[in-house]
């Protein structure tokens, strides 16, 4: 997906919800990345579907037609894994999925659905700058996908995923940056 790159930094995240690209909200704890989040949801067309992934019920989805699926990261106590959460996303076919904070449970899984098609995958992770967003993206997904090539993949994201800065200054808390 060719993602519209404005000058103004509103209209270049307004330009990548309206397009559909994936979005991740990046800040140190106590940001603000999960009310900046919830704000974003807002913003979404109330007639989408929507369907979260968290590992703690965090997100306010305003809209009707809404899924949440909860998968804990200390507490394992049915079958369902990142990997038939990918095969449920499939199957409800959402017009957003929304990851909560990236992990290194989640973090493959999130990358996957972020390059299947489904418009507006967003999330949240821990970093101090966009470049370090991606690449705790990336470490993240090596966890699950040792594999993977992490300079070719930090490229990728780089090219397909916009990053939301979030920084906070005493009680200050500002979007410093948005690629």
Known sequence: RESVRPDD???????????????LISGAT????????????????????????????????????????????????????????IDLV????????????????????????????????LATIHAENSEAAYQAFTDSILHTYPTIDRKKTIEEMRQKL???QINRDGNLRAVTEIT
Request: hydrophobic share 40%.
């Open 9 to 23: 930094p509103y209209d270049r995240l307004m330009a990548a919800i309206n397009d559909g690209s994936p979005i």
């Open 30 to 85: 106590a940001t603000g990345k999960t009310t900046f989040l919830n704000n974003l949801l807002k913003i979404l067309d109330i007639n989408k579907r929507i369907l979260t992934i968290e590992d703690t019920r965090e997100l306010i989805v305003p809209h009707k037609n809404r899924v949440h699926i909860t998968l804990s990261r200390t507490e394992q106590t049915n079958a369902l894994t990142y990997a038939k959460v």
């Open 90 to 121: 499939v199957r409800f076919t959402p017009d957003a999925i929304i990851g909560g904070e990236i992990s290194t449970g989640n973090a493959g899984a999130i990358w996957e659905l972020m390059g299947s098609g489904h418009d507006n995958c």
């Open 162 to 164: 916009r990053v939301v």
